[in-house]
């Protein structure tokens, strides 16, 4: 599925650099599993403070993405030990899903991000306004 | 090109809420640049200490990836500010990319990452060695 040319079986072979330098495959594992759209923000949400557990149709709406996506992201966070998944015999049938430890160890990097987008924006219209006009004289 | 509902129009929007919390839209505005395969990568290497201008060549032979999806990276990093590119009228044609400070005030965030990856994995065959096999007795 992946365009590009990384992938588990490439990072693990001879002559792969993330071995060279300390941690530097599991940097490059985290950057992986965090590197597709709305992941960041997945976990932004459920490793907030007393965030809890999560349902799948809160999760949608708070993030306005297509069911589709959400649950490849959810799947690939489970498998990465970054969410656990409870299942609830009910009806209708309930699925939440809630930070591990692992995830919630993540607080310290939303803890920067937030401090970083305090000080700055990428907003291209907001940008527009904060760069001055060179004048000819 | 993206499959998802979220965009610049869809979150300017009304009923969006970002605004609702402090620096809300920058910190989505910041998770939508990073939430691509390989932005985290590039910038991380871009952002160390002394790591000055990168060429071209030199980023995508690092990085083991695609010159078209490079190429796709670098552009948004450029418009996002986050990234210089100098172009030198040399034959053959050298380009260079170098974080602007906007991008060197991510190095708290690198830093919290590091930190996280060296106390975690999220590699499969790491954490099947971590995860101790339950046995009946």
Redesign the interface.
């Known amino acids: 599925m992946?365009?590009?040319?990384?992938g588990?079986d490439?990072r693990?072979g001879a002559g792969e650099?993330c071995e060279d330098t300390?941690?530097g495959?599991?940097?490059?594992?985290?950057?992986?599993?965090?590197?597709?759209?709305?992941?960041?923000?997945i976990l932004?949400i459920v490793t907030q403070e007393g965030a809890g557990p999560q349902r799948f149709v809160e999760l949608q709406s708070?993030?306005?993405?297509?069911p589709n996506?959400l649950s490849d992201r959810l799947k690939d966070l489970v498998?990465?030990?970054?969410l656990s998944r409870t299942s609830y015999n009910e009806i209708p049938p309930r699925v939440d899903y809630e930070a591990t430890p692992?995830a919630l160890?993540?607080q310290?990097?939303f803890?920067?991000?937030?401090?970083?987008?305090?000080?700055?924006?990428?907003?291209?219209?907001?940008?527009a306004a904060e760069v001055p006009v060179a004048v000819a004289p």
């Open positions: 992946r365009k590009t040319g990384r588990h490439a693990g650099r300390p941690h495959c599991e940097i490059e594992e985290l950057f992986h599993v965090l590197g597709k759209t709305y992941v960041l923000d932004h708070r993030l306005d993405m297509s996506t498998k990465a030990g970054l692992k160890d993540l310290p990097v803890e920067s991000l937030a401090a970083w987008a305090a000080r700055h924006t990428l907003r291209p219209e907001a940008r």
